[in-house]
């Protein structure tokens, strides 16, 4: 068995969840979300813990046991507490702002940058350098960021641009001030 796979899923108080057929709803204080499971793998309720099961030992069915419970945590784990992604913005007037659902951001180029918040997703500018998404989806708040940084990588000299917080940059030296012959 999936050592992932096998471990059965909490359901923390306040967290609904519905299986009907192939399809499991998740409902909880920071919002709904559901996913359709493969054909073959069971999702069973049993109390308050959830348990995926795979009807044999075939390499497929391995492999989608221990997705399917890591989604389905993740389904769990995002309506009852929710997801973050923070981002650090560096470079001398480089600079991030929020109005309503947009973001706006100032990296250096002739022009503001401006992006809309999907559903689900809020983004929070805390300072002028820093950005945190939020959501309950996890791959949508990963997505999120990561279109947020590719507005302006960090550069691989002076590290400018828009970095997670937990990434650490590896610089490259510049040139060196050789005689020129």
Do not use: C, W
């Not at 350098?129 to 990561?146: F, M, P, R």
């Not at 302006?152 to 590896?170: M, T």
Request: glycine share 12%; no cysteine.
């Amino acid at each position: 068995m999936s050592r992932i796979g096998r471990m059965p899923i909490e359901i923390p108080a306040g967290v609904k969840v519905d299986l009907d057929g192939n399809e499991v709803t998740v409902k909880g204080p920071k919002g709904q979300l559901s996913m359709t499971v493969h054909k073959d793998i069971k999702v069973r309720a049993e109390g308050n813990h959830l348990l995926v099961e795979r009807p044999g030992d075939s390499k497929m069915h391995k492999s989608l046991h221990g997705l399917t419970r890591s989604l389905v945590q993740n389904m769990v784990t995002g309506v009852s507490t929710g997801f973050e992604k923070a981002l650090d913005i560096q470079g001398v007037g480089f600079k991030a702002s929020k109005a309503g659902k947009k973001l706006t951001l100032s990296i250096g180029y002739s022009h503001l940058v401006e992006m809309d918040d999907p559903d689900g997703i809020v983004t929070e500018v805390p300072a002028p350098n820093k950005i945190v998404v939020k959501g309950s989806d996890k791959q949508l708040v990963g997505e999120t960021a990561a279109k947020i940084r590719a507005k302006r990588v960090p550069d691989a000299y002076q590290g400018k641009g828009i970095k997670y917080a937990d990434e650490v940059l590896k610089l490259k030296e510049g040139k060196t001030g050789g005689k020129a012959k």
